[in-house]
């Protein structure tokens, strides 16, 4: 909610003002700047603003990556290299964004987030990732580096499958298709923990249980909020001809059915959880009332004795027993029986169980 | 429902009739004219009708704002100069619209409201805000001044961003843009409200919480009821191409994005405070059960006790143990063991907790 | 269901039979004609078949409105006098239709209901009006004299708005928007209501508000299945640019956002109505479980005293105390002490409210 | 689901193998054909095969009714004849299909249901109905003869309305019509049990009226699934222009409007079930709350008389009250004192109701 | 989740490493190529490589299917042989892909589930089979063998019906319905099982029953999340003429209505299960509550003769009966009296059942 809230204060400045929405994750922002192309490739790493400024490309494709986005200055920089909209760079330091695609007339602009699940504390968090595709480059925007886009890094450096060969809409496609990837781990994780809620379950239901299980929905709909509007953009990808070629449109479709089974896969979690929560609230108001049943019927099997006793006790003077040197053990061995009886007819039409 | 109940007031009455329905919140209208372009900035400010006829523009772009409703010969004045369709002047009137968007052949014009939340009360509050969108002026016309477009007044005064070199378009955004964040701020009042609840929930759920998350739900079914055809109004004006100019129309885009965000936040908002009513219900639920249980448990410890205490009250004449001297102190020393044992029995059933 | 239980007796009669479904609710038909123009207006009422057939128009505008469906001739006749197709016949006399609209050639044939909401029995109670729209003439037909379209009768007598200077279909744009405006009438009396129901729900929830509830519901059902179609007939209406001039378009549009505004306010209400019964349900449930638990709460502290006194009762004859003259007064003093310390207990959990 | 079952055993078969899926409802499948125009009428009625084989008709157009399906070498004949796709054939003969319509280059093919409703064991059944429409005949099958068709039969008879004069498709419309209105009496008759039910209801809830409402609930589900693909059917019917001349068409939107009607009066009854449902299972839980609480309060109210006459039964040598002569009296009132105060403050509290 | 979770394990890959995801079903790959035109079929097999790959097609259309995917070679050389996309023998090697329908230049390429229902686990299994579709061949890849499509391939070797002279679009469509009819077979067990369930739950519901519901309900979901995707697959083909000729369309449209019929009864099945979880939760929870009624009522009808015998235990000196030599039996008399006024009275108000 953090980002959320900052946005508010920021009502009243023009569109536009580059204000970085969200913590600061990173002491300094860092550029690095992989230039490339199938004869070869040429990393560059950029500490300040000046080195920045001074590089010119040698190949053919760009990709450039920012970590840290609370130096407007540098990417401000960045869009006048590459001529973004103020609103491109706006959205970028909004790091609270819903994943979204923006077309405009030499770029797209994507928004996505990388989710992480941790399984101590059973919750997903997400960090925004900014790509911007243009014809020759990809530029991509994170708050901190998380070497998540290194297996794409990787594949350039050792010139593994064609993505040296491809073009910069090979890359784009390459570096959502990590993203996408990473959902998948994330619903593991969740699926795991949930069949494992399921097998306590059916062991013994305690109501740390019910706690765990609104916890894990809650953390679904969260995943939930992000994945559906990332179909959405990956759908619209593929609808956009003018910067994806028709070698990469298949690639960008597998990504699509991969979103989509991401979506199903999450959605059957969350039927998991709905299902695991009824079966608990009706185990546990079920073994509740069961045992204020078999309790009742334990005082039940009480009563008949507790009135013997009662009778037996009453002043009468002349009383049949009393005198009968036998008549306590009798009344004792009548109490017995009652109450045998009793927990038979019980025991037969299982209410003690 | 106050507007709602007058409307039903107004029926018979042919369409344009101009009638105020809404409740007087100001003494007098109040108009207030800035008269704006690249070039300069003019304020003026009428009080009477008079003032209002003789002044003519001297700048490109107009925007007309009016406080008060109440009076309806100043609407019909503004009517007349800017040649509205008598409906667009009774919608005006009439405050308690649902947000829409009518397209005429000169201007467009829009019904918004502006949000405010209340946290003491907890209660949301709205006030309608109808925007006449034309080629060279806009209009905006409000019950009571609140000073929610100041910032962009303040914009327009200071030069700040493009917004003095830029049309008529640009101000209806900028205005519109207001509108939208204020949502945010409401939001955040709303969802820190339901982290406070939720927070309490876990350390003591009273039945006072259930009232409020009602209270809230009801709240956030309001804001809905607005949120939702403004996401239409303003999808409705991406699609105008007439009245804004493709400079402007990706700040409409974003506009559009922040809507949906709204909305998501909003749901996700409803799905938190159905989730908590539900903890809360079934916790209630579980705790009152597991007391019940808890108490019958101990009747159960004390009904062998009581009988055995009913046997040895009986007046027989012949039964054991009555004349051993330590008879009681056995009989005692018995019912503290079997208490015991069933206690015992219990706590390792966890039937005590 | 009086009308659907009628129409299973018309099964196999050719379509285009005329038979009347539904109640006589008047002895005699009357058909009155408004024959109106810019110029002037004259009116006429027929009681018998004759007079209607002599009568020819003398302005350019008829408004011809019949009150009565049990008599087929007068209708027939109405239907060769305008050349109605015989399904349009059909469908006037058969008075539980659903609101539509039919297109034929030379006319629009709409069916609508005018809707009453009657406080005491909280009932909500409809009537069929058809409205047949050409291009010089509008024709209504209704079950009984209702006076509902007194208003518009009243406007185009004293020349009010521009009523008689515009065409036929003005006319029908004011009837219906009649007819839509009394659904706000219902609402209020349905949302007042639930209003006193939510405040009576609040300081003691009796059973009486369960059926009163789900009584509400329905007829909030019963209203939702009328003003659903109602709001696509109006759609329709909109779209049809063959009986509806440029100049009547926004009055048309105006209505149309009035259905959908009584849309949101019922669903609004159908919400507020599942919510009070979810309070209501949950109140309920909660206020019993909480009286068990005092009642269980207090049984419990007179445990203790009783086992107390069954143990001072039995017969050994070695018991401490027993010839203490104050043991009596001991005893007692110990009862009153677990009895008060078991009270303070709950009290202090607070097991007793 | 017998029909069903059936199904699977077919699999492996190649397809358009004819095989009759379902009961075997007679013991000779019959052959009627009417043979009409404007001009006259000829009915003829053919056991076997042969029969049928040599009859050519004699007047524009064709209906051709087939009861019995289980002699698929007669329906084969109809396929010659008629020049049918094996596919028709095979979806005539397995008679558990949903309704559908199937556009060949030739003729249309429509698989519609009959539904019936037994009052007595509230079951609704239904038997499936295959119409092959072509520009000059209509084919009708069967499983057996049920007399549904009559009506249309004695009005091609009688030459009652238009349907001699106009061609195969008014009689495909006649048919369907009849169709449809079945559905009214099957509504009606659900309708009518649902209002009983509410009715007994709301004077005692009794654990049959559960199964009941859960067996009407099943009941309007399959009727459900019968009707929504039926309105989908006669949509599509309305669409094709190609064997649907432009006089038949305002009837086909006739029953298009009565599938829709149906389908709103079903949903209504599914509603009234699910809120009975809801009121039943709220009604029960609490009336056996309150008879536990009112239960609960008796014991209550005898716990201090118990606990008094313990007292009293101590064997203490010194104890007041036990010399006085009016003592055994005094303690008696007082626990009837102790009981009626105790009662009135429950029934002043409502506790006891 | 086996396959999902081996999913992960592959990220960072570059697309098109073939890695199979699933578990080893087979010791040997096995492919067998049927090579068929009107004029004669000829079936191979091979079990290594090279055989594959020195075998040349003699006949117009091929039908090649591999078993066993975890031999990648074999898999890499049907891609070689025909022109298959890397993409695509990813897609067949990751065997846990969701049913979809991919479009290629001079293929179709479809992934659909064998379904299979195991009675006495009451689990529901299923198997990829993924089949491309070209002009002049068709190829299946499964995991292992299973038999499924033998009675396609009888029909094909003993030239029953029209699928020797059709070409590969019919063949593709008689192996795509073999796969649809194999739902039948598991809703029909599926749906037997729900209705045995149903019995047993009129007779004596047991927490058993819980159980299997919510596990049928499961196994329910795993199948939907199967079939929809399958329908979309099925529509998908009906628009490809490309591969598909006129005179298969109707066929393939005979599938898509099966695979719309199954969506039907899985969903009627599903809220069979859905109801029946209801009625068994209802029915318990009312269960309960009645026996702890009974139990509560047979207390209180202990209740008076309890206090009666505590009164007459009363040690007062002067007290009334005690004397009378039938004082005993009196009392005896008005405590059997009582409780048998008490009992009557329950059981009249039918608080006993």
Redesign the interface.
Known sequence: ?AG??K??T???????SLVHLGDRKLDHARVTLVDYGSDGLEEKQFDTLAECQACTPTQPIQWLNVYGLHEPEILAEVGRRFDL?P?VLE?ILNTD??P?L?E?ADYLFVVARFFDYDDKSMSVTSEQVSVVIGRQFVLTFQEKPTGNFN?VR??LRQD????RRAGADYLAY?LL??IV??Y??V??GL?ERV?ELEEELMKKPS?RV?GTL?HL??EA?ILR?AVWPLREVINGLTRSNRFFSAEVQ??L??IY?HT??VI??LE?IR??IA?L???Y??T???R??????V??????I??????L????????????????????FL??GL?LGVAATLALLFWRRK?LG
Chains 1, 2, 3, 4, 5 share one sequence.
């Open positions: 909610m959320r809230k946005r508010s920021k009502t009243g400045l023009p569109p536009g909209h609103l959205d964004q819903r979204k923006d405009y297996p990787d594949r593994r499958g064609p993505i390459a298709d990590t990837d990473r998948f781990a619903l593991e699926g069949e109501s019910l609104h929905r809650r709909t909020r298949p690639y479709r597998d059915d989509v089974h199903e896969s059957t039927d998991l299902g929560l009824e079966i609230l009706s546990v108001s079920n509740v009332n069961r045992e204020v049943r309790l009742t019927v334990i005082a039940v009480f009563l008949p004795s507790s009135l006793a009662g009778i037996f006790g009453m002043n009468f003077r002349h009383m049949p027993l009393l005198d009968n040197p036998n008549g306590f009344v004792i109490m209410w």
